[in-house]
Every structure is written in structure tokens, then in C-alpha cells.
């Protein structure tokens, strides 16, 4: 396990889905991918736009939003490829729990800032296929914050025994609506303060 990913951040979906809460999936060293995505292993793919944080310090013991701002290393942008085995996405809350929250695969930019120089909340987020915008978001449509995101797993994982552990990349959720994506299309997001993330969708070889 590389890490956690956080879903069910925005209110509308956890109203679409009858919760009132985020939920949360595991993230392995094959999810990650870079420069292209193979569209073969996923069925029907979209993508949105997120901040990833990389942990310096295990989160354990009493958790407040300082203490987790202070155990994060470093934020990237991040792509997050999601997915799921429902039929045109008609989901309950039950699916994409069993789904790993709907996980699919997660691809991460290049730059990488301490929180003493971006603030997650603050981030504005534009995500294009091949040149056209197709989603824009801010930090603040994660929970409010990214980092309220990250508490909320921080004490959700520390509960379940499971702690988030220092080197652990955490996506927050996404910053803004997904979209559905198919091969050969190019998708970059642009989160400012931050930097860009990139990823190309393709068929795998034969």
C-alpha cells in the first residue's frame, strides 16, 4: 500500500449517494501511473482533478487540522482515474465502497511545494481535454478545505487501527466535477500556486 485516496468530498455527490460523509480507498504502487494511462484495464473511466499530500510523519494520537498541515512533506498535483463496475455509473454508496471508493489509477505532477508555500484552500483548479475546458473547481469545494479532507482520514484511519503512516501519498478529492475520458485524449490540470499534471489515455498494446 502507497497510500489512501479520500472520496465523497463534494456535498452534492454525498447527497446524490444518501451520505453525509466522505468515504476512502487504498492506493497500491500499480495505480500509479505516469505520462499515459492504459485505457485496456479500465472500463469506463473518468478523471478529475485533486491535490495529492506526501506525509513526513506518521499521524497518530490526538489529530487537529495543525497537526496534520504540519505532518505533510510536501503537495503535488495529482489526476485521479476513477471508475467503477455499475453500469453507467448508477452507484450507491455500497458500490464504490466495494469499488476501493471507485478508485482506478492516480497520476502525479512533477512540482512539489511545502504548505508554507501553498495554501490547499486557496488553489484554483482548471482541467482540460485536448486544449478544451471541461471542469474548474477551487480548494474550497473539497470539504472547504483539502485539509479538512485529510483531518477527517487522519482520524478515520487512526480509528480503524490503520493509521496514515509518514511517505504515504493522500489524494484529497477532487477540486472539481469528473469527466469521462477515452483514449487518445490529453488531459492536464492546471491547479494554481501549484503547477500542472498531464496524463495521456491509450489503448494498450497489443
Known amino acids: 500500500m502507497t497510500g489512501r485516496k479520500i472520496g465523497l468530498t463534494s456535498p452534492a455527490v454525498q447527497q446524490q449517494l444518501g451520505v453525509d460523509q466522505p468515504d476512502f480507498g487504498v492506493l497500491f ?13 479500465l472500463l469506463q473511466p473518468k478523471v478529475e482533478a485533486e491535490i495529492a499530500f506526501v506525509l513526513a510523519d506518521d499521524l497518530t494520537g490526538d489529530l487537529d487540522l495543525p497537526t496534520v498541515r504540519a505532518a505533510v512533506e510536501y503537495a503535488v498535483p495529482a489526476l485521479e482515474i476513477v471508475d467503477s463496475r455499475i453500469a453507467d455509473w448508477d452507484i450507491t454508496i455500497t458500490d464504490t465502497v466495494a469499488d476501493n471508493a471507485s478508485s482506478g489509477l492516480y497520476v502525479l505532477g512533477a512540482e512539489r ?5 501553498f495554501e490547499p484552500v486557496e488553489a484554483t ?7 478544451q475546458l471541461v471542469s474548474q473547481g477551487t480548494g474550497a469545494a473539497c470539504l472547504g478545505d483539502p485539509l479538512n479532507a485529510l483531518l477527517w482520514l487522519a482520524r478515520t484511519a487512526r480509528d ?3 493509521p496514515l503512516r509518514a511517505g504515504q501519498v493522500i489524494l484529497s478529492g477532487a477540486l472539481g466535477p469528473m469527466v469521462p475520458v477515452s483514449p487518445g485524449t490529453t ?9 500542472i499534471v498531464i496524463v495521456t489515455f491509450e489503448d494498450d498494446p497489443s
Open 113 to 117: 511545494l511545502p504548505l508554507s508555500a
Open 29 to 41: 504502487a500499480d495505480m500509479e501511473v505516469t505520462g499515459t494511462a492504459p485505457t485496456g484495464q
Open 160 to 162: 480503524l487501527g490503520d
Open 187 to 195: 488531459v492536464k490540470a492546471e491547479i494554481s500556486g501549484l503547477g
Open 125 to 131: 483548479m482548471r482541467m482540460y481535454a485536448d486544449d
